[in-house]
């Protein structure tokens, strides 16, 4: 998307319209969060507590917003941080913290110009604190995961090529921040320089790891715990009660309109299952439906009526470790990826909702490509390679490859032992130890290629193709669990970030997708699709596909709690 003018507006658009139908509980599409009038319901059918219940599915790693890099954090930080810019209804990017952008002729240049806002503990928001955020981002030596979203920042190559520097010191890195595009001539005035035209950089600045961040805040002991938080969104952190609960209330410093809602409180249930037993019990007020009660509960007479169908930009894949171990060989990994049959995974795991995934971007975004599937399921065709695989390393069968690490988190438990099943059974002799891990410590050994095999899934950041390559497939990227590594894939990234015309833009990104996929880098199961059920007196929810772990959870304040 090209940020004078957003190019995949219809598209996205379109799959609002049809996900949501409508709906009574849908808000308007064109409201803008902080900067236009939320929706309101006539005061008189307002209940008098004004407070949401949701579940996000497990405890935050961090909120931190700099080290977020998963969906139950972001659940959070949507709340309590708002960045320079924001996606509104129809996923436009539009002004929250800017009140104005300005674009140079080459579009290199970007200067925002700050409206008067505070942060929740009453102090200024200032240009300089964007400054600092963005370097703190930056830095190699915190390894934030999302780093590499501001690769196209002037000096942010040189930065993120630090990262892996043994050899760097705290003066070279000290030095490499300094020369980042970004400064603060004053207050009210914070201005990016980019290395290289990128088409989408303005989604980039709605992201929660670009929010401004006191440095003071962030040099206090336990900063990003309840008692020291300080946020910038239009709720405020209050209580976060590990494994249980976090409570977050209204921000009476907060900048744009006063929402409805006085509080949200925030469950960590963990399994869908639990979650959706509880917005039975009416203890939550929003759930996605698990596949396993889809049924029961859309032919239920009561429960059916409070339920929206929504196709989501999100994907169901899994890693194989490129870099180590037998998934380092490309006939091992095509053998793998052609011995699952996807639809039978989406049929058997989600009930039939969604739709196989053989390539990364999805449906309703520039680039997403039906025709991309170089390996389909075949069991004849994965034997045969399965058998060259085994000979080029060495071993005459499976079961001389010992154990096969195979890594998730809890909820996943059935999903990992159909594929493992399938496996098992299309080449005897393979034995995997499934290894199920706490979400947090999950993702650090995932990342650092402790396994074989590991789960994984993306949702979209922004509606933008390079959003779902850029830094899970290329080298060394931030989100990279794949360890996966080819400097044409690279090179096609990198020139579609600069083509100004979309249609050869959106052609680069295909061609960078097909790569990767020839390569088996990974293995695409789903894209997304959800049934999402919401209390009859929960008014304002935003039905969206761009949902991060609760429907209308970009947009908490324009919901508003009805009586009942």
Known sequence: MFRKRLVATSMVVAIIAAACGGSASQAPASLAPGDTAAPTEVASNLA???????????????????????????????????????????????????????????AQTFTFTLRDAMYSDGNPIVAGDLVYSWKRLMDPRLAAPYSYVLDVVQGGPELLALAGDAAATDATIDAALANLGVSAPDDKTFIVQLATPATFFLTIATLWVTVPLQKAWVDSSGFAEAATYVGSGPFKLTTWEHQSEIVVTQNENWYGDKPTLTEIHMAMLQEASAQQAAFEAGEIDLAIVPSEDLA?????????????KVATFSITY??????????????????????????????????????????PVMPGIPGYDETINPYPFDLASAQAHMATALQELGVASPADLGKITFGFNPGHEARVAFLAEAWSQAFPGMVFDQISAEFGVFLGVRHSGGYTISRNGWGADFPHASNQLFGLYNCGGGNNDSIYCNEAFDALLDQAASEPDQDKQVELYKQAQQIAMDDAATIPLRFGASTVAIAPYVSGVVVSPDIAQNVGDFWYETIQILKH
Do not use: C, W
Request: glycine letters at 6%; charged letters at 15%.
């Open 48 to 106: 008098d507590e004004q407070i949401l219940r949701i579940d996000i599915i497990g405890e935050p790693p961090t909120l931190d917003p700099t080290m977020a890099s998963d969906s139950n954090s972001i659940a959070v930080l949507n709340a309590i941080h708002r960045p320079l810019m924001y996606l509104d209804h129809d996923l436009q990017a539009v002004p929250s913290l800017a009140e104005s952008v300005d674009v140079s002729a080459d």
């Open 296 to 308: 029961r509960v859309t032919s239920d007479p009561v429960l059916g009526p409070m339920t929206q």
């Open 318 to 359: 899994y890693n194989f470790n490129n870099a180590t171990g037998p998934t380092s060989n490309l006939n091992f990994r095509i053998a793998l990826t052609q011995a699952i049959d996807k639809q039978a995974f989406v049929d058997v795991l989600y009930g039939g909702t969604g739709l196989v995934a053989n390539s």
